[in-house]
T-cell receptor, first 114, second 115 residues
Framework: RKEVEQDPGPFNVPEGATVAFNCTYS??????FFWYRQDCRKEPKLLMS???SGNEDGRFTAQLNRASQYISLLIRDSKLSDSATYLC???????????????FGKGTRLSVIA | AAGVIQSPRHLIKEKRETATLKCYPI?????VYWYQQGPGQDPQFLIS???????DKGSIPDRFSAQQFSDYHSELNMSSLELGDSALYFC??????????????FGQGTRLTVV
């Protein structure tokens, strides 16, 4: 089982739609969770950190469910510019224990269509 | 704000040649990660450094080596290049405060093409 698994894509949605991505992780000791956005042939860019209480940033909401070991990303009122690959990223180490690498999911491709 | 700087941005090498990729982390970041991303693939972890010491190792071939210098910049050395080494190589940096999420920030990457 891969350490971080994401919904298979692609997601093709019309402008204004709400879309949700889920991601599961295998290491229950993981403490840090992130969503990155990656445009074609560009570097991943941090979209949101995911905090234990969930967090919201404009149209984007991230939630964490430790019991089920999954995190989610909800995008409301999709824009054409949201089209990208969304990468679920997990730091498998407990906070402050070192710098084990971030583990990436395979990414979910989102295409927002006019 | 200063970001992660990678050089060169593009590199073309022939098989069996060597290549050196450089990464300059965000100021005051103490950790550097190297990732390789093939076409249509997710980034694969190669190696990381914390405070100039190797801290973790992923799927880095024996033909590759890396180090982090006293100024915290890092270099990835690749020898006996193969066609399959053609990929985007990303460097990321982070700061490990011990009490908060350790976001990593990526450089723009080096696109290596082996011909």
């Amino acid at each position: 089982r891969k350490e971080v698994e994401q919904d298979p894509g692609p997601f093709n949605v019309p402008e204004g739609a709400t879309v949700a991505f889920n991601c599961t992780y295998s290491n229950s000791a993981s403490q840090s969770f992130f969503w990155y956005r990656q445009d074609c042939r560009k570097e991943p860019k941090l979209l949101m950190s995911v905090y234990s209480s969930g967090n919201e940033d404009g149209r984007f909401t991230a939630q964490l469910n430790r019991a089920s070991q999954y995190i989610s990303l909800l995008i409301r009122d999709s824009k054409l510019s949201d089209s990208a690959t969304y990468l679920c990223v997990v730091n498998m180490s407990p906070l402050g224990s070192g710098n084990t690498p971030l583990v990436f999911g395979k990414g979910t491709r989102l295409s927002v269509i006019a | 704000a200063a970001g992660v700087i990678q050089s060169p941005r593009h590199l073309i090498k022939e098989k069996r040649e060597t290549a050196t990729l450089k990464c300059y982390p965000i100021p005051r970041h103490d950790t550097v990660y190297w990732y390789q991303q093939g076409p249509g693939q997710d980034p694969q972890f190669l190696i990381s450094f914390y405070e100039k010491m190797q801290s973790d190792k992923g799927s880095i071939p024996d033909r590759f080596s890396a180090q982090q210098f006293s100024d915290y910049h890092s270099e990835l050395n690749m020898s006996s290049l193969e066609l399959g080494d053609s990929a985007l190589y990303f460097c990321a940096s982070s700061f490990i405060p011990g009490t908060a999420n350790t976001e990593a920030f990526f450089g723009q990457g080096t696109r290596l093409t082996v011909v």
